[in-house]
């Protein structure tokens, strides 16, 4: 036991499944979708070249599967290759560009290259293309333009308005577009956004934190404005690098 790799105990379920897959690939030698699912396995498990030998057979098949760059990208991501990454989402999305989670993971890829206004623009297409989008999307969104520089503020602000459109008292987007409006030097904004949440939640640390801001922000001392309003900034940098 002690010379067994660590991985195949801590995902015994995993293992199995891979057990159950290597059966079958006895029956069905190279079947790219065994395959591939097989890999996608291994790269849960933590096994990154086994998954990679499986995506390699996989590749020998005629013709080569349209999902194969797919399972390659989430690999390459999980492994540290966000380039990598994204070069396969984008063979992948030109043959299938209806898929969603292709979408929010080539963003990952993107937003890990510093490449915040493109990763902004496949959450908003992951968006358009869920039926139901998680609220997540809309503040990982809002998050990337807001990493992107000042310039793409508005359009943060325009993407966490569609979000609480959608879901009225989501505290992530509303904490973020309070954030977002106290960085402008906005209190009045950041004080209409506040309003809308239950005096239990007001109580909390971190919503404190933001009325008390709001007040620095409403100072009429320019000197403790200006010291507000660095502290904003600084603060939303931070949370939205998270």
């Known amino acids: 036991m002690l010379a067994s790799p660590l ?26 979708a065994l395959l591939m699912q ?17 995506l390699t057979a996989a590749g020998l098949a005629e013709p080569v599967p349209a999902e194969l760059p797919f399972y390659e990208g989430r690999l390459q991501l999980d492994s540290g ?14 043959a299938i560009p209806l898929h969603a989670k292709a979408y929010v993971l080539r963003a990952e890829a993107r937003s890990a290259q510093g490449s915040m206004e493109q990763a902004a623009q496949d959450y908003g297409q992951a968006i358009e293309l869920s039926q139901a989008p998680a609220p997540e999307l809309y503040r990982l969104a809002a998050s990337c ?11 943060a602000i325009k993407v966490l308005g569609s979000g609480l459109e959608r879901y009225p008292r989501e ?30 939640v007001l109580r909390l640390p971190q919503w404190q934190a933001r009325t008390n ?25 931070a949370r939205t690098a998270d």
């Open 171 to 200: 505290g992530s987007l509303l904490g973020l577009a309070v954030d977002i409006a106290l960085a402008q030097g906005d209190p009045k904004g950041a004080g209409l956004q506040i309003s809308r949440l239950p005096r239990a």
């Open 81 to 94: 290759q966000p380039a990598a990454a994204e070069q396969s989402f984008s063979r992948y999305l030109a």
């Open 38 to 54: 097989r890999a996608d396995l291994y790269r849960r498990h933590g096994d990154f070249d086994s998954a990679q030998q499986d």
């Open 7 to 32: 991985g195949v105990f801590s995902h015994p379920e995993i293992q199995s499944q891979i057990d159950i897959l290597g059966a079958q690939l006895l029956q069905h030698p190279g079947d790219p």
């Open 145 to 155: 333009l807001v990493q992107a520089g000042d310039s793409h503020w508005p359009a």
């Open 213 to 237: 801001l709001a007040a620095t922000l409403s100072n009429v001392d320019p000197e403790i404005r200006n010291e507000g309003l660095h502290v904003a900034r600084e603060r939303l940098l």
